[in-house]
């Protein structure tokens, strides 16, 4: 599923941006080639005539934070401002240029220059003149470059400063999204003006509500033809309209549509089904301009007698947090890393993901379109007061409507947007000041969107919890499920969901989302592993809250899929809780007293209550040497209502479960080498196993690819995960059996990035050597622009060295 889910993604991804069937009149360019960077601030980097032959090409997106250092070093510094909070990776500042080779013609359009996100604080200059400031380091943002390009060579250059202490997680730094190029007729479609919704959808019919708007640049009035067609998703032509409407000169004017589809194919969680809206303006017959817009045709509505419902029918929404960064890339989002997390999140058994604490790519929103995947937006995780001293609260009394405005139009075509997230445990939550800028946020969405709920994450106790709730559609509680009944008992409809939960309360968290209607949801934080707040998921928070790990932690390990794209333990516990049939059996040990997997488990004393992200200590394995004749305690987590556990073919007995046991049995097992086996039965029929072998010392590594090819556009990425395997093909686990591993690529592709996933491993993502983590790591390969075969070299130490080819293939 996630190869196909990364190829689907980069797919539609190219359709939906995609503009001008007739080029010469509309285009979208991708502006992800050529961009050439200096580190620090470089006087005079604005000017057209500025000397920029020695600076480094890099693809956009790009995150300078991850590079080596100038002496080939790693990038992470103990010494760096962020700290704990950023990973020990710097900010700092960095400067863009790129040269934009046009015609006399393309000069004279209309041309938009869109970013989708830098982070942050960034300038924008055109020829060394300053034409747009942008602070907010995610959302989406146009610069209006008609009228002021020129035939030849154009400069754009781009001055990101990013001063730390920004965020309290790791942000990155640089160009951290993708770059496009409208060049557009002078009539056109306005793009942030079409928003497409489906107030009925039925199994016998649709209604597609669309609306629109044309802007015309002449000084004279033009006859306009607007033609909207719904394209299915095998081409067939659905429904249709046309209306002409006059746009005044230096003016512009609006459509509004609606069209019925018969028996259309719904959206939903299980079932995704797209279309596809085709608009094209004509003038006197011609097209000036064509949009694509994909969506979706689907119902969602939200009470605290019935829940969730999508289409009329109930979802309870098994969620999970992630933050943007894409690991061993940093935060530049790829499209396919963004669209690998959600499928990794699919695969693992979610259905929603809440986006923290910031508006979510592109990239992220097309994946959860295609997969099925619900999505919590969100705008903020400060208003008027900061929580780091350089964060956004010192722009927000300016800039927040503009960064709603631009969270809610990129977003609001997707099917997948669930609810928008208005902020997250805001300092001022509940206070009149709160509740205020709440209410006007709120309100703001609404005017956008009307279609969609509002919700937020609340961490403030009653009654400041409830005031804050009053302005929202939908209350997300933070670790608050303990007030979920006080809370439903002062306001019976209200509609609470946990917007934050830790994996050691996954039962009893879940349980409220079975036994009582209003409670919608739960969302673990955090679905996948990230980096920053180094070590919150292993020591957590220190008891004043200010400290985390200390270097060399960088990643949270809070993950319950880990950075590289593993299942930890708590997954497979969270698939067993929902009953999703996934691994309805899996089985792990308890780590011995006495030895430890990783240290500074108890770095900080900490007097209860105190909120702990940790996970059990457990593992999937069946090799520890130096405990033979040891008890190990084994847990198994089984949806299936008995098991037995075997070891070396001898039952150690079976056991019930259920909710009574919170669907895990405890077994105590002397360690004798072997196979240890986990068997779940309904009825007294064997239904599920699971297995887990003692490995011998590593034979090889074993690789594996999520894609065969690779489209020569210079951002596509492969994921080749290598894995120590023994002889007879037993995974590798133990630490003592880790192996550095070099990765060489060579052809028409590069190295972007290798990791493994541990937490204290402050070693170069770029060098291509690694060491494993539990016997794993994985490399990201990244298209060039031309075709040819791509050769990966794997050389683990004192094994044999293994190959694979994937191809780059033009389109």
Known sequence: MPALAVFLSRFWLAALLCVGAVPAAAETRSLSQDWLFARGDVEGAQAAAFDDRGWMRVVAPHDWAVMDKPDGTPPFDPNAVGGQDSGYLPGGIGWYRRHLNLTAEEAAKVARLNFEAVYMDADIWLNGVLLAEHHYGYTAFMVDLTGKLRAGDNVIAVRVHHE??????????????????????????????????????????????????????????????????????????????????????????????????????????????????????????????????????????????????VNGKPVKLRGGNIHHDNYMLGAAGFPDADARKVAL??????????????????????????????????????????????????????DWAQDI?????????????????????????????????????AARVRMLDPTRPVTQGVNADPPRSSHQFDVLDVAGFNYHAHDFEKEHAKFPARILYTSESLTKDAFSYWRYVE???????????????????????????????????????????????????RKRPAAYYRQVLWKTGIDPVAAFVRQPKGTEDLPDRHYYPITPPHLDWSHPDVHPSWTWRGQEGKPLEVLVYSELPEVELFLNGRS????????????????????????????????????????????????????????????????????????????????????????????????????????????????????????????RAVAAIRSGTRAGPIMVEVAAAGLPTQRLRLDAVSR
């Open 164 to 309: 730390d202490p920004s965020s309290r997680w790791y942000a990155g730094s640089g160009i951290i999204r993708p770059v496009t190029l409208d060049l557009l007729d002078c009539v056109h479609l306005r793009p942030e003006s079409i928003f497409v919704a489906t107030p009925v959808a039925t199994e016998a019919s649709g209604t597609v509500a669309i609306h629109a708007s044309a802007a015309n640049c002449a000084a004279r009035a033009q006859g306009v033809e607007l033609v909207s067609k719904l394209v299915a998703a095998n081409g067939d032509v659905v429904a249709q309209a046309s209306e002409r409407r006059t746009v005044s000169g230096r003016g512009g004017a609006d459509w509004v549509q609606s069209l019925a589809v018969p028996r259309p194919a719904l959206w939903s969680p299980d079932s995704p089904n797209l279309y596809t809206l085709v608009q094209q303006l004509r003038v006197n017959g011609v097209v000036t301009d064509e949009r694509r817009t994909r969506f979706g045709i689907r119902t969602i509505t939200v009470d605290a007698a019935n829940g969730v419902r």
């Open 345 to 398: 999140m699919k695969a693992a058994g979610y259905n929603a993901i809440r986006n923290a604490h910031n508006p979510a790519s592109q990239a992220m929103l097309n994946a959860a379109d295609e997969l099925g995947m619900l999505v919590i937006d969100e705008a903020f995780d400060a208003w008027n007061k900061s929580k780091r001293g350089m964060d956004y609260a010192r722009f927000f009394k300016t």
């Open 405 to 441: 405005d631009s969270m809610v139009v990129s977003g609001r075509n997707h099917p997948s947007v669930l609810f928008w997230s208005i902020g997250n445990e805001i300092p001022e939550d509940g206070t009149p000041e709160g509740v205020e800028t709440g209410r006007k946020l």
């Open 515 to 565: 036994r009582y209607p209003w409670v919608i949801g739960d969302f673990v934080w955090t679905a996948v592993d990230y980096l920053g707040e180094s070590g919150i998921g292993w020591m957590g928070y220190s008891q004043d809250w200010q400290k985390l790990g200390p270097y060399p932690w960088h990643l949270a390990y809070a993950g319950e899929i880990d950075a590289t794209g």
């Open 652 to 775: 150690l007995g079976r056991k019930p479960v259920g909710v009574d046991t919170e669907y895990t049995a405890s077994f105590e097992v002397p360690y004798a080498p072997g196979r240890l086996r986990a068997v779940g039965y309904r009825g007294g029929r064997e239904v599920a196993r699971w297995e887990l072998r003692t490995a011998g010392p590593p034979a090889a590594a074993k690789l594996s690819i999520d894609r065969p090819r690779l489209a020569t556009n210079g951002t596509d990425i492969a994921y080749v995960t290598v894995e120590l395997v023994d002889a007879d093909g037993t995974p590798i686990y133990a630490g003592a059996d880790d192996r550095p591993v070099t990765v060489r690529v060579t052809g028409a592709a590069g190295l972007a990035g290798v990791g493994n996933g541990d937490p204290r491993d402050a070693s170069s993502f770029q060098s291509g050597t690694r060491s494993t983590f539990h016997g």
